[in-house]
């Protein structure tokens, strides 16, 4: 069992900067990497970024490629999603998921990802 919380969330204005964490505790074995998504209001959860397990190779939604970046720190561990040049459509909450037994063609495969956060809001005002 892989437990992962988020925390970061909250309001900011458009052109601002957000910094997600997903603190990621438990059996971690086996985890080939781990993933923010996200949900607006009526729309299905999307994926937004991964990075590698034990790798750090790392992925990107088109619509987030030069704005947000994803990374790790094994010592705590956890992840980072930091978000800058953020727009009133990144407005959603936001996942934090592990995958387990995918490689890294599957990195944007909501299927693939077995444990997920509780969530965090992001809100960006116009």
């Known amino acids: 069992q892989v437990q992962l919380v988020e925390s970061g969330g909250g309001l900011v204005q458009s052109g601002g900067s957000l910094r997600l964490s997903c603190v990621v505790s438990?059996?971690?074995?086996?985890?080939?990497?781990l993933g923010w998504f996200r949900q607006a209001p009526g729309k299905d959860r999307e994926f937004v970024a991964a990075?590698?397990?034990?790798?750090?190779?790392?992925a990107y939604a088109d619509s987030v490629k030069g704005r947000f970046t994803i990374s790790s720190d094994d010592a705590d561990p956890t992840v980072y999603l930091q978000m800058n040049s953020l727009r009133p459509e990144d407005t959603a909450v936001y996942y934090c998921?592990?995958?387990?037994?995918?490689?890294?063609?599957?990195?944007?495969?909501?299927?693939?990802?077995?444990?997920w956060g509780q969530g965090t809001q992001v809100t960006v005002s116009s």
């Open positions: 998921a592990a995958g387990v037994d995918l490689g890294y063609s599957e990195y944007d495969d909501i299927d693939e990802y077995y444990y």
């Open positions: 438990g059996r971690t074995f086996g985890v080939d990497a």
């Open positions: 990075i590698g397990w034990t790798d750090d190779n790392t």
